[in-house]
Structures are given as C-alpha cells and as structure tokens.
C-alpha cells in the first residue's frame, strides 16, 4: 500500500518551468515504478513520463520529451517532474501514480495507485 500526494502545481507563463514533486507513504517506495500522467478538460488522462523502481529506465510522451524530466529519490520516498519550456497545451491536472510492475510503465491500466492530482496552467 502507497499513498501518494503532488504539490508544485501553479500558474506559470509560456517558457517557464515548474517543478512537481510526488510524496509517497511507507518505506518500500523502491518496490514501485512511478509515472506522470495529465488530463485536460473533455480529454482521456494520457501518459507523460515514467521512471523504474532503480531510477535507471525512463520513457516519455513524445510531447514533452527533451523539455520535462522525470527523476526519483527512494531515501526520501520522492518522485518528480521537472517541466521546462512550458506551453500553453500542457495545461491540465497532474497526477502520480505508482506501479507494481518491474519495469516502465506507460498505460494508466497498469498503474496501481493514484495521487489526487495538481493543477498546473500554462499562460500565454
């Protein structure tokens, strides 16, 4: 069992950057792999980035790939997004999500537990 909760979330303008951060329960947060997922208003929560349970393996969405990065730190229980170079289209609700499977994770199905996600708005 995992809680997890996001905070960094906020109005930024166009070319900024943010900084999510995914606090997760417990002392056995290495045993999940953990992704980064978003949704907009009348749109599915699609995949954004994911991270194995080392931190070695990562895997992005095509939208965001060369301008976010995923990242974690099992001592502190801790997994992150760093968004750079923000736009207007990655406007949505964030969420975090943990996974008992061994490696990357890109589909919602696979995930296990969910935070309740951040709002993060983009500007022009």
């Known amino acids: 069992q995992v809680q997890l909760v996001e905070t960094g979330g906020g109005l930024v303008q166009a070319g900024g950057s943010l900084r999510l951060s995914c606090a997760a329960s417990?002392?056995?947060?290495?045993?999940?792999?953990m992704g980064w997922f978003r949704q907009a208003p009348g749109k599915e929560r699609e995949f954004v980035a994911a991270?194995?349970?080392?931190?070695?393996?990562?895997y992005y969405a095509r939208s965001v790939k060369g301008r976010f990065t995923i990242s974690r730190d099992n001592a502190k229980n801790m997994a992150y997004l760093q968004m750079n170079s923000l736009k207007p289209e990655d406007t949505a609700v964030y969420y975090c999500?943990?996974?008992?499977?061994?490696?990357?994770?890109?589909?919602?199905?696979?995930?296990?537990?969910w935070g309740q996600g951040t709002q993060v708005t983009v500007s022009s």
């Open positions: 999500a943990a996974s008992i499977a061994i490696g990357v994770v890109t589909t919602k199905d696979e995930y296990d537990y």
């Open positions: 417990g002392r056995t947060f290495s045993i999940y792999a």
């Open positions: 991270i194995g349970r080392s931190g070695d393996n990562t």
